[in-house]
C-alpha cells in the first residue's frame, strides 16, 4: 500500500463552478477526513466517516459543501458554486478507528479565480 | 475560539542543540496529543503521541511532554538535525478520533 492518495493535486476553477475531488486512504483504514488548510494556518476539520457513515461535519462547512464514502472505501468531496474564498489546499487522511494517529495524503490544492 | 495554539510561528536553533517546540491547549476533555511534521508541498506526517494519562513519551530523539494542570505539551528534539527543518503541528484528538490543529511553528535547524 503506497499511502494516502489525493486527485487532482492541483485544480484552477472559475468562481461559480462546481469541484470533485477524490481521496483513495489507506486501504485497511476505517476513518476517513477531510480538512482544508490556508496559508500560515493548520488543518481545519471539515468532516469525517467512519466506514460509509458520515459522522460529523464541522459547522463552518456551508451547504456547498458535500463529502461522501459510498462504499467505505475512496471519498469524495465536492464543492458547489465555488467562491474565491474556498481557495485552499484541502487535505485528506485515514485511520483505524482505535488509533488517532492519522495518515494524510498529499491534498488538493485548489484555486478559484 | 481556537483551543489548540502554538505561539511561536518560527523556531531556529543550532544543528546538534536542542529544539523545544511548545503547545497549549484549552479543552481538558482531549484524550491523545500529537506532533506532526510538513515538509513543503506534503501532506503533514505522524511523527509521535502522547495518551492524556500519561506526562511523558519518548521516541528515539523525539521527546514529548505533557502538563495536563497546565494544559501545556512540549515536543523535545534532541540533538537537532538540518532534515527536521519543518513545520511542525500540534494536535488535540478525542476518542472518537477528530483532531483540532495548532498553526504551526516553523523549524529552522541551521548546520
Known amino acids: 500500500d503506497t499511502g494516502v492518495s489525493q486527485d487532482p493535486r492541483h485544480k484552477i476553477t472559475k468562481r461559480g463552478q462546481n469541484v470533485t475531488f477524490r481521496c483513495d486512504p489507506i486501504s485497511e483504514h476505517n476513518r476517513l477526513y477531510w480538512y482544508r488548510q490556508t496559508l500560515g494556518q493548520g488543518p481545519e476539520f471539515l468532516t469525517y466517516?467512519?466506514?460509509?457513515?458520515?459522522?460529523?461535519k464541522s459547522r463552518l462547512l456551508s451547504d456547498r459543501f458535500s463529502a461522501e464514502r459510498p462504499k467505505g472505501s475512496f471519498s469524495t468531496l465536492e464543492i458547489q458554486r465555488t467562491e474565491q474564498g474556498d481557495s485552499a489546499m484541502y487535505l485528506c487522511a485515514s485511520s483505524l478507528s482505535d488509533n488517532p494517529e492519522q495518515y494524510f495524503g498529499p491534498g488538493t490544492r485548489l484555486t478559484v479565480t | 475560539d481556537q483551543q489548540v495554539k502554538q505561539n511561536s510561528p518560527s523556531l531556529s536553533v543550532q544543528e546538534g542543540r536542542i529544539s523545544i517546540l511548545n503547545c497549549d491547549y484549552t479543552n481538558s476533555m482531549f484524550d491523545y496529543f500529537l506532533w506532526y511534521k510538513k515538509y513543503p508541498a506534503e501532506g503533514p506526517t505522524f511523527l509521535i503521541s502522547?495518551?492524556?494519562?500519561?506526562d511523558k513519551n519518548e521516541d528515539g530523539r523525539f521527546t514529548v511532554f505533557l502538563n495536563k494542570s497546565a494544559k501545556h505539551l512540549s515536543l523535545h528534539i534532541v540533538p537537532s538535525q538540518p532534515g527536521d527543518s519543518a513545520v511542525y503541528f500540534c494536535a488535540a484528538a478525542t476518542n472518537a478520533g477528530k483532531s483540532t490543529f495548532g498553526d504551526g511553528t516553523t523549524l529552522t535547524v541551521k548546520p
Open positions: 466517516f467512519q466506514n460509509e457513515a458520515q459522522l460529523e
Open positions: 502522547i495518551s492524556s494519562i500519561k
